[in-house]
């Protein structure tokens, strides 16, 4: 029986498929370039980045999540505010007990990223978010990154996906 050790495999994780707690957004084809936009209105919002990955519940095997990529653009205005960026671990346990959430903390954002201000400015952004820790994912358990964001009168936000970058093991 063959093994597998792939260390440099993405995955994309299409605008649609992260959600948007607040505001209109708006699937955009524009060019070749598809998004989705977000309509210029004060308000806050969260967008919750589902980490989509093979999980075991073998130990170090199947995707050991090493960074997520995260491209977005903030046009007209700056965004009031793009406080934190978290990572949540959610543990999906057996029938009759509870799921419950933690935050998982062993991850560092790039450095033009790291503070609100860098987040919220005008412009094109990719932001990275590399995992310290390098953790494979179990069968009980899921990865969700969530962004807090708070928007200006005319800040238009465009959002262009995810890649999630690991390392397969099977």
Not at 138 to 158: F, R, Y
């Amino acid at each position: 029986m063959g093994y597998v050790n792939l260390k440099d495999i993405c995955q994309f994780i299409p605008p649609a498929q992260i959600v948007k707690t607040e505001g209109t957004w708006t699937p955009t084809l524009s060019g070749s370039l598809i998004s989705e936009v977000r309509t210029a209105a004060a308000g806050g919002f969260y967008m919750f980045l589902p980490i989509k990955l093979p999980a075991s519940h073998s130990a170090r095997q199947c995707a050991k999540l090493k960074s997520v990529d995260i491209w977005y653009k903030v046009g007209v205005a700056a965004m009031a505010d793009m406080a934190a960026v978290e990572v949540k671990k959610l543990t999906l346990p057996a029938t009759g007990v509870a799921v419950s959430g933690a935050a998982y903390t062993a991850f560092t954002i790039d450095a033009d990223h790291d503070t609100a201000a860098e987040r919220k400015a005008l412009g094109d952004h990719k932001m990275t978010l590399t995992f310290t820790d390098a953790p494979y994912l179990e069968d009980d358990e899921a990865l969700i990154i969530v962004l807090t964001c708070e928007a200006a009168v005319t800040s238009v936000l465009t959002l262009l996906g995810a890649q999630v970058n690991y390392e397969l093991r099977m």
